[in-house]
Structure formats: C-alpha cells, structure tokens
Nanobody, 115 residues
Framework: QVQLVESGGGLVQPGGSLRLSCTAS????????MGWYRQTPGKKREQVAV?????KVHYADVVKGRVTISRDNATQYLQMVNLKPEDSAVYYC???????????WGQGTQVTVSS
C-alpha cells in the first residue's frame, strides 16, 4: 500500500512559477516510478511528467522546457516556470508499484494561472 499527498498548488500569474510536492508513504520501496498528471473539468487526465526509480524523466511536449520533475527519496517535485493559463488544472501525483504495476493517486492540488 502506498499513500500519496500533494501540496504546493495555488494561484499564480502568467509567467510565474510554482513548485508542487508529493510525498509517498507506506510501501515506498516498491515504487517503480512517480509522476504528475493534470485534469481540467470535462477533460481527460493527461500526463505531465514522469520520473523512474532509475532517474529517467519524461515530459509531455506541451510542458517540456517549462517544468522539471525531481525526486528526493519518498518525495517528488514538479518545478513549473513560465506558467500559462492553459496550465490551469488539478494536478495529481501518481506512483506505480512493482511488480503489479498498480497505480496510486494523490487527492490532487489546484493550480490556477490567471492575471
């Protein structure tokens, strides 16, 4: 069992920055990868960034160059810069457990980019 808790969301102006955090607890040694997804009302949840246990990272094209995902033991971070209104969404932390590949999700944190 893995529990995820996100924090760091809020209101920011276009061009601003924000850092999201996600702390995992429980069976953290079984986590294969962690990442961030986002979702707006009426839209499908989309992947933003992923980091594997080996340190490999993957970014969605739409955010590449503006976000950085990192991991410090049981906590992962999403540093976001040059934010745009279209980045507004609920951001969810994700963790994939090995060997089952079961997906765990946090409760979400709201990011609103508006002037």
């Amino acid at each position: 069992q893995v529990q995820l808790v996100e924090s760091g969301g809020g209101l920011v102006q276009p061009g601003g920055s924000l850092r999201l955090s996600c702390t995992a607890s429980g069976s953290i040694f079984s986590v294969l990868a962690m990442g961030w997804y986002r979702q707006t009302p009426g839209k499908k949840r989309e992947q933003v960034a992923v980091i594997t246990s080996g340190g490999k990272v993957h970014y969605a094209d739409v955010v590449k160059g503006r976000v950085t995902i990192s991991r410090d033991n049981a906590t992962q971070y999403l540093q976001m810069v040059n934010l745009k209104p279209e980045d507004s969404a609920v951001y969810y932390c994700n963790a994939v457990q090995t060997p089952t590949l079961y997906n765990y999700w946090g409760q979400g944190t709201q990011v609103t980019v508006s002037s």
